[in-house]
């Protein structure tokens, strides 16, 4: 099961914020925050990842809380291809030869509209 | 960079035949996976490998799937006799193990497999 809770969907203007809310209040020590998203009929797209300090990068920022219950993804100016179900996954990052699998739960579906 | 290919693109087929669905991953990536997407179950992991040798394959559902990947830039996913329920999207992804820890999946473009 995934330990993450979204909200089912979101809508957002055309060239605004969209701020994506994700709980993990079950969060460990060792589990990463990763955000994925998934345009319709396209294979999930890897966006942005952290553990507890906040990131950004090319395509967004992520906000996680100090205690590391919540995390938000921004998308600074959004546009119409955007629009996709946006996935909040919690991961172990390891060492060695195995691999965290990634678990994907409901997402948040995101409307941008014009 | 290509990214990774999966092929085919759609497959249709009749309830029985065997299925085939093949992928290449990212060239370097030492790590594959294989997803299925359905509307009720979401996206799944089925099986995954580390350097061709499969690590979980917990995920399957039953003894019709198999997976192989016979070397370091190919894999097939078989389905053999298929059935309705297997009607879904199949991904591959590929990542990349950086400094001993493993890194972020890329996702081909899926096969949409219908089982009629």
């Known amino acids: 099961d995934a330990k993450t809770t979204q909200p089912t969907s979101m809508d957002c203007a055309e060239g605004r914020a969209a701020n994506l809310p994700c709980n993990h209040s079950t969060i460990s020590g060792n589990e990463y925050v990763y955000w994925y998203r998934q345009i319709h009929s396209q294979g999930p797209q890897y966006i942005i990842h952290g553990l507890k300090n906040n990131e950004t990068n090319e395509m967004a920022s992520l906000i996680i809380t100090e205690d590391r219950k919540s995390s938000t993804l921004i998308l600074p100016h959004a546009t119409l291809r955007d629009t996709a179900v946006y996935y909040c996954i919690v991961r172990v990052q390891v060492y060695g030869g195995s691999q965290g699998n990634l678990i994907f739960g409901k997402g948040t579906k995101l409307s941008v509209k014009p | 960079d290509a990214g990774v290919i999966q092929s085919p693109r759609h497959e249709v087929t009749e309830m029985g035949q065997e299925v085939t669905l093949r992928c290449k991953p990212i060239?370097?990536?030492?790590?594959l996976f294989w997803y299925r997407q359905t509307m009720m179950r979401g996206l799944e992991l089925l099986i995954y490998?580390?350097?061709?040798?499969?690590?979980?394959d917990s995920g399957m559902p039953e003894d019709r799937f198999s997976a192989k990947m016979p070397n370091a830039s190919f894999s097939t996913l078989k389905i053999q006799p298929s059935e309705p329920r297997d009607s879904a999207v199949y991904f591959c992804?590929?990542?990349?193990?950086?400094?001993?820890?493993?890194?972020?999946?890329?996702f081909g473009p899926g096969t949409r497999l219908t089982v009629l």
């Open positions: 992804a590929s990542s990349l193990r950086l400094a001993g820890f493993t890194d972020t999946q890329y």
């Open positions: 060239s370097g990536h030492d790590y």
């Open positions: 490998f580390n350097n061709n040798v499969p690590i979980d």
